[in-house]
């Protein structure tokens, strides 16, 4: 059975974002993120340390409210409906605001001074946030940095569960556009990586000669092996067979510095002083350079003063919003 977010606005009453504000508690939310990560109602009960009728009511309570089934009950299993799917996405969202509330909350009650939390495509990583983090670190000595290295599609759905305050990375497809604000900051070429010694560095070899090496790139979905494919199927050559797959600049780096392993990267990785030397680029061109990467903030939401002063810190205070 296939319910729509239409059919739920139809049983809800006209000013239902006032109800849904006053009425739905987190607690709400918490159970049925339980639910879909168990799709149990004893194990869900359990994990909110309540009874199972108590669970079993509050389920047919929201539903009630909102007047469309969240769940399909099955023999000994439990999936969303759905609107289920709609209103998990939401919850976690704001499961995940407020895990961020109580940390940066502990944080001020320990002396310290808000958190950042930053996600980064592996080219911005070594070369632009060092210097960035560095600058802003040292006017806020007690506020608390994290920051993520992954591919730009891995980084953009945590963004948009709100488990990023901003990634430096770019779309991957078009529908993005609605979700976040992006501000351009450069493009990245990329590069053939290998070790010193690899045979290949003999020559000038050709792309239908690399392929027949052992490689390691990026997941298909993301930007860069896109373009490496694209380029592949341009020059009519087949795609490796011999592939690992791995988001992880480090273990790429290791891969290619310990083997016959080559690897596509930015440019930018292997020109920084902790790489110079220990590996060799390629005299290969492969496609364009990747497009810009730059900030994606989630689209309509003001940036907090903290992501102001760091963007500031990246493109100039007269560029940032």
């Not at 497809?173 to 010193?196: G, I, N, T, Y």
Request: proline residues 8%; charged residues 20%.
């Amino acid at each position: 059975m296939c319910f729509s977010i239409i059919g739920m606005m139809r049983y809800m009453p006209h000013d239902s974002g006032i109800h849904a504000k006053t009425w739905l508690r987190i607690r709400h939310m918490v159970l049925l993120v339980a639910l879909d990560e168990s799709r149990n109602m004893h194990a869900a009960a359990r994990q909110l340390n309540i009874s199972q009728p108590a669970a079993s009511k509050m389920l047919k309570d929201i539903e009630g409210f909102l007047g469309i089934p969240l769940f399909l009950r099955e023999p000994g299993r439990m999936e969303p409906t759905d609107a289920g799917v709609t209103v998990l996405r939401y919850a976690r969202r704001l499961l995940n605001d407020t895990d961020r509330l109580v940390e940066e909350l502990a944080s001020l009650r320990e002396g310290g001074h808000g958190r950042l939390a930053l996600g980064s495509v592996p080219g911005a990583a070594p070369v632009m946030l060092p210097r960035a983090m560095a600058e802003l670190k040292s006017r806020r000595p007690r506020l608390a940095i994290s920051l993520i290295e992954n591919s730009s599609d891995r980084l953009l759905v945590d963004l948009e569960y709100k488990l990023l305050d901003a990634v430096i990375g770019r779309y991957t497809e078009p529908s993005q556009r609605h979700l976040f604000d992006f501000l351009p900051l450069k493009e990245e070429p990329v590069s053939v990586v290998a070790r010193p010694d690899h045979p290949l560095c003999q020559g000038t070899p050709e792309l239908a000669e690399v392929v027949r090496w052992p490689w390691v790139l990026h997941p298909m979905a993301s930007p860069m092996r896109g373009l490496f494919e694209a380029a592949l199927a341009e020059a009519g050559v087949a795609s490796p067979r011999n592939v690992i797959e791995t988001t992880s600049t480090q273990a790429s780096l290791q891969l290619v510095a310990s083997t016959d392993t080559l690897s596509l990267l930015p440019s930018s990785v292997v020109k920084t002083t902790f790489s110079q030397g220990r590996f060799a680029v390629l005299p290969l061109t492969i496609g364009e350079p990747l497009g810009y990467y730059g900030v994606l903030t989630r689209k309509g939401e003001p940036w907090p003063e903290l992501l102001t002063e760091f963007v500031a810190s990246l493109v100039g205070e007269e560029d940032a919003p």
